[in-house]
C-alpha cells in the first residue's frame, strides 16, 4: 500500500539519513543536526523491515521534557540525523504479514518504550525493560526517537513512522475520543502515575513533587488519585507554579525564594518531612551551581539536585520515587542519607502498556483531563520554533504538540 510518491527527485544526499534512491518517497520529519539544532527536513519513508512491523501515518505528536535532553546534546550516542519523538499517535498504514491485532486504517496510541511482549521482562510487566528491542545495551528497552543508547529508533515527529512489534505496543483510540485525548497515554500520563504508585500511596499519604513539567503534572494528578492526604509542588518558575494549582489542586513552593528548600518542606511537615517524595525533573535540575557545572560539563550523568532534595526531605522510613530521566554511568548522590535514613527508593522507565487500559478509563471517566495541559500547538514545520520555547520556557508553554498534517 504504497504512499504517494515525492514530486520531484532532490537529491536528498543533502539532508540527514537521505536515502540515495530518487523514486523513494521522502516524508518530512525533524533532524538532530548537533546541541540544540534541529532542523525539518526530507528523510526516506519508513518501510515494513520485519514481518511484526506497522508503519503509521503520525496524527500528533508531542515535544517531551525528556526531548531537552537530546537536544541539549546530554544523552550519550545521540547521533546526527535521528528523528525525535517518542509520544505520538497515528493512522496504520502499513502491516506486516504476522500482524494480527490492526488494520489499515486503524487510529492508535504507541508506548514509547518498543517491546516484545514475550521476554523475561516482558512477561513479567517490565516491558521498559525488554531484553529483545535493545540488545546492545542493559540500560533500557528499546525507545522511539531517543539516541542508539535506546536502539537508534527513528521517533515519530515526521510524517510517518514504523512501529516493531505492532501486535504489542500500540492500542486503539475508541471511536468516540480524539488523539489528543489520549496522546499522553503514550508516556507521560503513564509515568506520572508510576511515579505515584512507586511512592506506595495508600491513603492518607503527604507528598512532595519536584518538578511542574507536565510528569510532574501527572504525578500530582496521580496522587490524588491514590487518596494522597496532601500534595505539594516545587520548582522555579512562577508561570508553571501556577499552572499546578490550578490543573493539580496542589500547595506550590518556590525554591528560590525560600533560603533552604529542604528545611523549609521540612517545617511544612511536623519537622520529620514528607511520606513519599518524587523526582519527576531529571538530569537538567536548577539549584546547584556544582552540580550543575558538573553535570553540564560531563563530569556526572546529568544534574542530581532533585534525587538529593528528594532523599534529604522525605521523613526516615518513607518513599523516594525516581521518574525524572538520567544517563548513565554515574551521579553525585546522597546515598548515605538515603542508607542512614532507612528510605525506600523505587525508580525505573515507565512500563507504559500495562497501565493504558486503566487510564483510559480515568480520562474517559473525566477524573483526568489530559490534554488539558496542552498550552501551545504547531504544524511539523514550526517543531524547532516550538522546542525553543518549550526548552527557554517562554510564553507560559507547559506542553506542546505538533500536527504533521497541518
Known amino acids: 500500500m504504497p504512499r504517494a510518491p515525492e514530486r520531484e527527485g532532490r537529491a536528498c544526499q543533502q539532508f540527514a539519513g537521505a536515502h540515495p534512491d530518487p523514486h523513494f518517497s521522502r516524508m518530512r520529519a525533524l533532524s538532530y543536526f548537533g546541541p540544540n539544532k534541529v ?99 542493559d540500560v533500557a528497552s528499546g525507545v522511539f526517537g531517543y539516541s542508539h543508547t535506546t536502539g537508534g529508533y527513528d521517533g515519530g515527529q515526521a510524517e510517518y513512522v514504523r512501529v516493531p512489534f505492532a501486535d504489542v505496543g500500540p492500542m486503539k483510540i475508541p471511536d468516540d475520543m480524539e488523539e489528543e485525548e489520549v496522546l499522553f497515554l503514550s508516556d507521560i500520563l503513564p509515568t506520572g502515575y508510576q511515579a505515584a504508585e512507586m511512592g506506595e500511596i495508600k491513603g492518607g499519604e503527604t507528598v512532595v513533587v519536584f518538578g511542574c513539567g507536565p510528569v510532574g503534572l501527572f504525578a500530582m494528578k496521580s496522587a490524588w488519585l491514590l487518596s494522597a492526604g496532601r500534595v505539594v509542588a516545587v520548582d522555579h518558575v512562577d508561570y508553571r507554579l501556577d499552572f499546578a494549582r490550578r490543573y493539580a489542586g496542589v500547595e506550590t513552593v518556590n525554591f528560590k525564594k525560600v533560603p533552604d528548600i529542604v528545611s523549609y518542606l521540612k517545617d511544612q511537615f511536623e519537622g520529620r518531612g514528607p511520606d513519599v517524595t518524587i523526582d519527576a525533573v531529571g538530569m537538567e535540575a536548577e539549584g546547584s551551581k556544582l552540580h550543575r557545572v558538573l553535570g553540564m560539563g560531563f563530569m556526572q550523568a546529568g544534574v542530581p539536585v532533585a534525587i538529593n532534595w528528594a532523599i534529604q526531605t522525605v521523613r526516615k522510613g518513607g518513599n523516594v520515587s525516581i521518574i525524572g530521566v538520567y544517563g548513565p554511568p554515574w551521579n553525585l548522590v546522597d546515598i548515605g542519607t538515603a542508607m542512614n535514613k532507612g528510605i525506600t527508593l523505587r525508580m525505573n522507565q515507565c512500563n507504559v502498556r500495562r497501565y493504558m487500559p486503566h487510564l483510559l478509563k480515568h480520562i474517559r471517566e473525566g477524573r483526568i483531563d489530559a490534554k488539558g495541559i496542552i498550552t501551545h500547538r504547531f504544524p511539523l514545520s514550526a517543531a524547532p520554533k516550538a522546542y525553543k520555547m518549550f526548552s527557554d520556557k517562554k510564553d507560559g508553554c507547559v506542553k506542546c504538540v505538533l500536527t504533521p498534517a497541518a
Do not use: M, Q, W
Open 39 to 137: 532542523k525539518v527536513v526530507r528523510k526516506p519513508d519508513p518501510r515494513i523491515e520485519h514481518s511484526n512491523d506497522a508503519v503509521l501515518k503520525v496524527t500528533r505528536s508531542a515535544i517531551c521534557g525528556s526531548d531537552l535532553h537530546l537536544l541539549h546534546g546530554l544523552v550519550p550516542d545521540t547521533r546526527v540525523g535521528c528523528t525525535f519523538g517518542h509520544e505520538f499517535t497515528g493512522t496504520v498504514e502499513e502491516i506486516g504479514s504476522s500482524v494480527k491485532n490492526l488494520r489499515r486504517g486503524d487510529r492508535v496510541v504507541v508506548p514509547f518504550n518498543i517491546s516484545c511482549g514475550t521476554c523475561f521482562y516482558c512477561s513479567r510487566g517490565l516491558s521498559a525493560n525488554c531484553e529483545n528491542t535493545n540488545p546492545n545495551s
